[in-house]
């Protein structure tokens, strides 16, 4: 949409909802003069008009700014700069309400989500415990193997630093698929 056109629409829909001509020419002429001054400051044309927004929305303003009553516009026309100067936009869908069986179906869900996920929790923290604990214990082991041989105490410590990692990977595990869990209740998966 050009400027000429964007001035066209603005001053049929001031026709349209009865703004009288003198007042129709002077919100015409300001638009006119703030469209100059917009250009000096170094916008494009399809910027000031962007700026503007739709010609219907100006015209409702300046209605509703002089007391008249605001006429309702069942569907919206939107700008767009390629093809067509104004694509039709269906009217957005009413909300449906959730009944009742609907609502008790959503808690139920959500008290079962929950309770799985606070025992997912709970065995994961107690499994990360106990490999972590297991850990622990095969190191205090191998120590007593540093006198008989140090390659068998190389070796179970060794296998307690993997014990250790194994707990940690289970702990980063139960996290993320908390986190998960998480999402689920919340709906945002």
């Given at each position: 949409?050009?400027?000429?056109?964007?001035?066209?629409?603005?001053?049929?829909?001031?026709?349209?909802r009865?703004?009288?001509?003198?007042?129709?020419?002077?919100?015409?002429?300001?638009?006119?003069?703030?469209?100059?001054?917009?250009?000096?400051?170094?916008?494009?044309?399809?910027?000031?008009?962007?700026?503007?927004?739709?010609?219907?929305?100006?015209?409702?303003?300046?209605?509703?700014?002089?007391?008249?009553k605001?006429?309702?516009?069942?569907?919206?026309?939107?700008?767009?700069?390629?093809?067509r100067?104004?694509?039709?936009?269906?009217?957005?869908?009413?909300?449906?309400?959730r009944?009742?069986?609907?609502?008790?179906?959503?808690?139920?869900?959500?008290?079962?989500?929950?309770?799985?996920?606070?025992?997912l929790?709970?065995?994961?923290?107690?499994?990360?415990?106990?490999?972590?604990?297991?850990?622990?214990?095969?190191?205090?082991?191998?120590?007593?193997?540093?006198?008989?041989?140090?390659?068998?105490?190389?070796?179970?410590?060794?296998?307690?630093?993997?014990?250790?990692?194994?707990?940690?990977?289970?702990?980063?595990?139960?996290?993320?698929?908390?986190?998960?869990?998480?999402?689920?209740?919340?709906?945002?998966?």
């Open positions: 949409m050009n400027k000429r056109s964007w001035f066209k629409q603005l001053d049929r829909e001031l026709s349209v009865g703004t009288p001509k003198d007042e129709r020419k002077e919100v015409l002429n300001y638009y006119n003069e703030m469209y100059r001054d917009k250009l000096e400051d170094g916008l494009t044309e399809r910027e000031v008009l962007r700026e503007f927004g739709f010609p219907e929305d100006v015209a409702d303003s300046v209605n509703y700014e002089d007391g008249r605001r006429q309702r516009i069942v569907y919206r026309e939107e700008y767009h700069d390629y093809d100067d104004y694509e039709v936009r269906e009217k957005p869908r009413k909300k449906r309400r009944g009742f069986l609907a609502t008790i179906l959503k808690l139920i869900f959500s008290i079962v989500f929950g309770i799985a996920l606070i025992a929790s709970i065995m994961f923290f107690i499994a990360h415990i106990a490999v972590i604990l297991a850990g622990i214990a095969v190191m205090i082991v191998s120590f007593t193997l540093i006198t008989q041989s140090i390659s068998a105490f190389l070796m179970v410590i060794g296998a307690g630093f993997v014990v250790l990692a194994v707990g940690e990977l289970i702990h980063l595990f139960g996290h993320l698929s908390c986190k998960c869990f998480k999402r689920l209740v919340k709906g945002r998966a």
